[in-house]
């Protein structure tokens, strides 16, 4: 028996060289002991084999036997080709022409290649290619698979989403596999429907949706900030869920029981987002205080609904980012009265230089939680030169609005947690004064009184020092050395920059003077960039006095939303 699931091109012998001679027998000796080949490819895999016979190797299917008895016909072999199927009565065409039904066979059929289409009532439709030779018999034999049927749907509520067996179909007409199936159907503002149906195999079967429309119901708001200024460029997100379609409204009503904003939408899904920028119709600043936001709505159905919830407007409630850098003390660690509303978050990473110091890149996320209530953190890794003492750092604060209610000032307090430590080289003995660039843990809380547009902070802080039993050697041994500082600074924020200057001073760490007296001072700056979501900040500042002056530069990038 020989088999080819391909058939090769024709070579002519006095066009071939020894070494093509060689391999043209050499394949015919492989081809004489290959063994049936299966050709499936792409929606027909599994489902065709086709098997090419010489006379000695070729039997005859008990289908064909079969055949050969009802027609009282004595077979005798002969090249061409043979159709099997697992189900009788199957229509093969070649090439749109209609050639007979299953179980099919036609002795000495012209070579060449034949597209063969199989079709039965309840069956899917198959195609395929097959190679006809004219020393070979050819047997195609093919599984129809599982028989089907066709689902008729009626009355469709409008965007109904249709799963037979969780599978989604579309449209009104479906064909399926025929026995048991499970429909369901589904759609926005409309009962779902779901039931076992039967499918004939070759037949048909009409179903109709009988749902009717839900009761037409608003859920509760969820309002993403709940507090800003009274100027903020991108506003409230509102977002609102219902049961069925109609029409809706959201109102915006003012401390004094004024309507501000009347937005009107259509409820064509289960949820939606509608977006309020402070303002009224005359585009004037509108009054601090707590608004009334109130949305109702008809349905289809003819019911109403309503559902209120509620927004501040407070200008200590500022959405604008605040640098996290934090290299000077005192300002940027201060949570400033730009403290982010409830539900806004901002991260950020930046890279500097200390001149004779190291380089640091950080990474910081700060959020809110509440209100009145804010925490933040931070991750520092600097490289420091000639790079043989890698530090790194963390940063953890919790900050809180002690004025509850706006006024002519603000007090804002926090506690912030700090650590610096060293990654490698524990014992490395350091050529310069690095400042404050020694292992410890730091506690500070830094004061705001703002006052308008412009801050100033107050940040007394505690530093222990882990310092090993050799003075001159940095280890995270003890025992540890306390040490005091006081840092303020000042700061003006409007539209879309920060500016501002901190300084502090530090007492000794070590009795001998090992770092003794230090003083910071710099300057720092925020820019906000297009689309009010993203910022830069700058920042310059010397650490000086008995110490080594140390340099520091650097940027940070951050978002906010």
């Given amino acids: 028996m020989r088999v080819f699931a391909l058939e090769a091109s024709g070579l002519h012998n006095h066009d071939c060289t020894m070494l093509e001679k060689f391999s043209i027998i050499l394949l015919i000796l492989l081809t004489l002991t290959l063994p049936i080949s299966v050709i499936s490819a792409g929606e027909n895999e599994g489902k065709i084999t086709i098997t090419e016979y010489e006379h000695k190797d070729y039997f005859r299917s008990p289908r064909m036997e079969e055949e050969d008895r009802l027609r009282g016909k004595t077979f005798q072999f002969q090249p061409g080709l043979e159709i099997i199927t697992d189900v009788n009565d199957v229509e093969i065409e070649f090439f749109e022409e209609r050639r007979g039904k299953t179980p099919w066979e036609q002795d000495n059929l012209s070579p060449g290649a034949y597209r063969v289409r199989l079709e ?12 006809v030779r004219s020393d070979r018999r050819t047997v195609v034999n093919v599984n129809m698979g599982r028989p089907t049927g066709t689902l008729f749907l009626t009355d469709l509520p409008p965007g109904a989403v249709v799963t037979v067996d969780r599978a989604p179909v579309e449209g009104n007409e479906i064909t399926a596999a025929a026995g048991t199936r499970t429909l369901r159907v589904t759609a ?13 195999p070759g037949g048909s079967t009409q179903w109709r949706y009988e749902g009717s429309r839900s009761t037409f119901s608003l859920g ?41 904003a ?22 004037e600043e509108l009054s601090q205080g707590k608004y009334k936001v109130i949305l109702s709505g008809t349905g289809y159905d003819s019911n109403s609904a309503s559902s209120e919830s509620y927004i501040i407007l407070d200008n200590r409630f500022k959405r604008e980012a605040r640098p996290a850098y934090a290299p000077l003390p005192g300002l940027l660690y201060a949570p400033g009265s730009a403290m982010l509303p409830r539900g806004i978050w901002q991260a950020s990473t930046g890279a500097g230089v200390y001149f004779d110091g190291g380089i640091p890149v950080d990474i910081g996320i700060r959020f809110s939680p509440a209100n009145r209530l804010e925490f933040s953190g931070k991750f520092k890794l600097t490289a420091r030169d000639p ?59 830094p004061m705001e009184y703002a006052l308008g547009n412009w801050n100033i902070v107050l940040s007394p802080s505690v530093y222990l020092t882990f310092l090993g039993s050799d003075p001159g050697s940095r280890q995270f041994s003890g025992p540890a050395r306390m040490s005091e500082s006081l840092g303020a600074g000042v700061y003006y924020e409007d539209g879309l920059f920060l500016a501002g200057a901190s300084a502090a001073i530090r007492g000794p760490d070590y009795p001998q003077g090992f770092l003794e007296t230090t003083v910071w001072y710099g300057l720092e700056g925020r820019f906000d960039l297009p689309g009010d979501a ?21 940027v940070e990038f951050g978002v906010i939303r």
């Fill in 120 to 131: 039965r009532t309840g069956y899917e439709i198959v195609e395929f290619l097959v190679n």
């Fill in 188 to 200: 926005f503002g409309w009962e779902t429907q779901q039931s076992d149906i039967q499918i004939p």
């Fill in 220 to 260: 509760d708001l969820r309002i993403r900030p709940r507090a800003l200024p009274t100027g903020d460029k991108r506003g409230f997100t509102i977002e609102w869920n219902a049961d069925s379609g109609g029409s809706a409204d959201i109102r915006i009503i003012s401390p004094e029981g004024r309507q501000t």
């Fill in 262 to 283: 009347v937005i009107p939408f259509a409820v064509s899904f289960s949820r939606g987002t509608v977006y309020w920028i402070p303002g009224n119709v005359n585009s």
């Fill in 387 to 445: 790079f043989d003492a890698t530090s790194i750092g963390m940063d953890f604060s919790t900050s809180w609005r002690a004025t509850p209610k706006s006024g002519p000032y603000t007090v804002n307090l926090a506690l912030l947690f700090s650590y610096e430590g060293y990654a490698a080289d524990f014992g490395r003995i350091p050529s310069t004064n690095p400042g404050t660039s020694l292992p410890g843990l730091q506690f500070s809380i």
């Fill in 534 to 554: 993203s910022y830069l900040a700058m920042y310059t500042g010397i650490r000086t006095l008995n110490a080594d002056p140390v340099v520091s530069l650097g």
